[in-house]
């Protein structure tokens, strides 16, 4: 009996051994995101610009808005097409805009800025839109900045 006991236990060891298959890997969350989109609404209220913001996950996932008062109304689907362009693409709309038109979901107008970690994981995209394109992109930039993420990978 005791020879019997002993490959029981391997397997039921092995059973509960969790398996390394798959790694974990970082995440956006939301206090993440609502730091990027926080941190761009002081930026760009310090310029008297009035902006909508758009903060997505990886998988292209709204995780959080903000459209200031004085926005255009069309300005909040700029910023989202932006933000989910660069979220899922991980390619800043300043460069998509040089692919051409046509491919659905693309941006074509900057503003739109991919952000990873520091170790240069995609975790998502920002699309802030309703100031001039330098500006829609610089805020989206100063939002990254404060989450101590990058506005491109390694």
Known sequence: ?????????????????????????????????????????????????????????????????????????????????????????HVASKETANWGEGAPGVATWEGGTPFFTQDGVALGGVGVSGAESADDTACGEAGIAAAGLLPQGR
């Open 1 to 89: 009996m005791r020879i019997a006991s002993i490959p029981a236990a391997g397997i039921a060891l092995a059973l509960c051994t969790p398996t390394s298959a798959q790694s974990a890997r970082p995440m956006l969350d939301y206090a993440t995101a609502a730091t990027i989109r926080d941190t761009c609404l002081v930026w760009a209220g310090e310029r008297d610009l009035n902006v909508a913001i758009a903060v997505y996950d990886e998988a292209g996932r709204l995780i959080t808005f903000a459209f200031m008062d004085g926005a255009s109304t069309a300005v909040t689907d700029f910023a989202m097409w932006k933000g989910r362009s660069a979220a899922t693409i």
